[in-house]
């Protein structure tokens, strides 16, 4: 399956997300590609840092829409998933993402800036879904706030109706310090020490949501 991560946004936590998922489906056994398509190359960076460390996760970074769109064509049948970061601009990574992948995975934080932001992602939904039909797309509340009784999730999910293009996902990543620190050390929040057994639990189930799926994943 093909899965971008992508907003027009930067620094709503795509980068975040698509290594969690990456590494969530490579500890489930899967054949992993993650490309990254910003060119700050952050996915990458985090991929290099794990360079000796098992589940290893193939990592090539084209910011270049037409390289991206290419090599994916080219390879994607090596690998079990791909997941994309696609960078934080109207890029043309993120379009040319947009035209071959399974699912949209589209962080986003509960502000109203952010909320009013989902409509520029709408536009270019509507844009790839000429050309790729069924192509879902998830929105996902990040760094929600901690606690059960936030409303964020309520507002959030009221926002996304506006955009019958996007379903909201029910499924949070609350603001945790554990998914800042694994990212710093390229890690999951599946394989940090201590674990963080809620920031496990968020992720397990929103990678369930994505793949549609009820396997187990190996929390360590
Ligand atoms: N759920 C979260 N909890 C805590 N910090 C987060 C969370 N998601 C992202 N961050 C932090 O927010 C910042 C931006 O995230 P990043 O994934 O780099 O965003 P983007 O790729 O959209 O620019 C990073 O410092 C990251 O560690
Ligand atoms: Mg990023």
Redesign the pocket.
């Known amino acids: 399956m093909i899965v971008t991560v992508g907003?027009t946004k930067?620094?709503?936590?795509?980068?975040?997300?698509a290594l969690n998922i990456a590494i969530a489906r490579a500890l489930n056994g899967r054949d992993v590609w993650l490309i990254d398509g910003?060119r700050q190359g952050?996915a990458q960076t985090a991929i290099s840092i794990r360079a000796d460390r098992n589940p290893g996760i193939s990592c090539a970074t084209y910011p270049d829409g037409h390289v991206l769109r290419s090599q994916l064509q080219q390879q994607v049948q090596k690998f079990d998933d791909v997941v994309i970061?696609a960078g934080?601009r109207d890029s043309t990574a993120l379009r040319a993402a947009l035209t071959l992948s399974d699912v949209l995975v589209v962080?986003f934080q509960p502000r109203s800036f952010d909320v009013w932001s989902l409509s520029q992602i709408a536009s270019l939904i509507d844009e790839a879904r000429a050309v790729r039909e069924g192509l879902r797309v998830y929105a996902v509340l990040?760094?929600a706030d901690p606690g059960e009784a936030s409303t964020d999730n309520i507002e959030a999910a009221e926002a996304v109706k506006d955009f019958p293009q996007i379903d909201m996902l029910l499924q949070p990543?609350?603001?945790?310090?554990a998914?800042?620190n694994a990212?710093?050390q390229g890690l999951s929040v599946l394989e940090l020490k201590p674990a963080d057994r809620k920031a496990c639990d968020e992720l397990i189930t929103l990678v369930e949501c994505i793949f549609n799926t009820n396997s187990t994943l190996k929390g360590v």
């Open positions: 907003h930067g620094g709503v936590g795509k980068t975040t997300v910003d952050t970061d934080g962080p990040n760094c990543l609350r603001r945790r310090k998914y800042a990212a710093g």
